[in-house]
């Protein structure tokens, strides 16, 4: 199914900061390759971009989507200045069959449009619509009002409907039908694309797709651009973070990732960057020093938080790959592995006693025994947080805190030694859990 995304509008609100519109900056990305980024992780290859206010800069910037494994074309329209209906009216030519219909400057969440292909608009269109009206992602003065009855079926829809229950969300599955309820608005003068829906709407042609609870966002102006930054941040948090990264790293990373991000850093080297500050960080702990041990302290807790840094950029900016993931679990092993040989060796010099070598085995065992259950154990975690069930996770997060902690106090045989119990015995709770879980299958 191909996308059409209308891309020609002035953006008047936004023009004073960022012009044209379509190429406002976000996280290192433009607001249009966000659109077509999210459209392509729902399956969509092949765009049509309506292009207007300065179409030779969009069209310059973006390409016809080599470097994004997409196919795009463009379509000039003249009568830009009309209205968003005349640009979605400009491709009747180009498109003969079913098509999703996008805006340039609304965000939104890819499974969206995944849940669009359950829909198929034989001679309808169907809008996807928000009855969350009173949202902090919502501006109620300039939202597109739906009046909706219990099929759901759109009877009206408006910026100025006194009585409405949802809020269109500028998301469309569409079957050529629109350019004939289009043509039809534009000879009556109106040349928005509500007034084609309207149309649609009063013959019973409009039908309603719940997404209420799912991202998106209007970015119309500098108000909700920095509310579609900070909603794109909230999104990076995962059900699987541990305390740690939910109550301190993913808030330190957050600030890191939006600076990294603006210098287009590539996921994979702030992998590199985060294993290089654990390596040195075992380095410290190796040499065994009072001030030495303290420095390695604070770096293991910045490979930490750095260690989250790659995921949302990767997350942000579409660069997600099964090498990316493989990377970064084997250099965060290799970290672990590392910084708790460091950390072992930095207290058998302080106490002299070979049993220390078997504690630091036990805590390194316990370690990996952690990372290989939780590709097992986070799929419980995933489901139970589907079933807004709470959760507890034990992982590579609180184990680096640990040392963190103990390096700042100068308790690192501590440290090994609760590392050497917990990790362990978490590895048997899992096995217990799982055991419980995989005999209900």
């Known amino acids: 199914m191909k996308a059409l995304i209308i891309a020609a509008g002035e953006g008047s609100r936004l023009k004073p900061f960022y012009s044209p519109k379509p190429l406002t900056p976000l996280f290192g990305l433009s607001l249009l390759e966000h659109i077509i980024l999210r459209a392509k992780e ?32 463009y379509i000039y329209n003249p009568d ?38 359950n829909f198929y608009p034989n001679g309808r269109c169907y809008l996807c619509i928000d009855r969350n009206y009173n949202g902090e992602h919502i501006n109620p ?74 991202f998106w966002i209007d970015v119309d102006d500098v108000a909700a651009l920095r509310k579609a930054r900070k909603m794109l941040l909230q999104n990076l948090d995962k059900p699987t973070d541990g305390p740690i990264s939910r109550l301190i790293n993913r808030k330190i990373s957050r600030f890191i990732t939006t600076w990294l991000c603006k210098w287009r850093f590539h996921p994979n080297t702030v ?23 303290l420095a390695g302290g604070i770096l293991t807790q910045l490979a930490s938080i750095i260690d989250g840094c790659d995921g949302e950029i990767a997350r942000l900016q579409f660069k997600r790959s099964k090498f990316g ?7 965060d092993r290799y970290g672990d592995a590392f910084i708790i040989i460091g950390l072992t060796h930095a207290v058998f010099l302080a106490l002299r006693n070979e049993w220390v070598w078997f504690v630091g085995l036990m805590a390194l065992l316990g370690s990996f025994m952690n ?55 978490e590895s048997i709770r899992r096995l217990v859990i799982l055991s419980h879980e995989y005999q209900s299958v």
């Open 271 to 293: 992998t590199i960057f985060s294993f290089i500050l654990a390596m040195v960080a075992s380095a410290l702990f190796f040499l065994g020093k009072k001030e030495l041990i």
């Open 141 to 214: 003065e300039d939202a597109t009002k739906v009046t909706l009855n219990h099929e759901p079926t759109i009877i009206d829809l408006g910026k100025n409907l006194p009585e409405y229950n949802a809020i269109d969300t500028g998301i469309f599955l569409c079957s050529p039908v629109i350019f004939s309820a289009l043509k039809k608005s534009i000879a009556q003068g109106d040349y928005t694309l509500s007034g084609g829906a309207r149309l649609l709407a009063r013959q019973g042609k409009l039908k309603a797709v719940d997404i209420t609870g799912h």
């Open 80 to 117: 830009w200045k009309k209205g968003n209906g005349s640009s979605v009216y400009a491709a009747r030519e180009k498109i003969k069959e079913p098509f999703v219909l996008l805006m340039s400057d609304h965000l939104f969440d890819e499974k969206i449009l995944k849940k669009l292909n």
């Open 325 to 331: 993931e493989l990377l970064d679990r084997t250099l």
């Open 371 to 425: 990372s290989y259950t939780a590709l097992h154990y986070d799929k419980i975690l995933l489901l139970k947080h589907t079933r807004n069930q709470t959760s507890f996770r034990f992982g590579r997060d609180i184990r680096l805190f640990i040392i963190f902690l103990a390096a700042l106090v100068n308790q690192l045989g501590l440290a090994l030694g609760l590392l050497a119990v917990i990790t362990n015995g």
């Open 42 to 73: 729902a399956g969509i290859t092949e765009f049509i971009i309506v292009v207007g206010h300065q179409a030779e800069q969009i069209i310059k910037k973006v390409g016809h989507g080599e470097r994004y494994g997409v196919k795009i074309d």
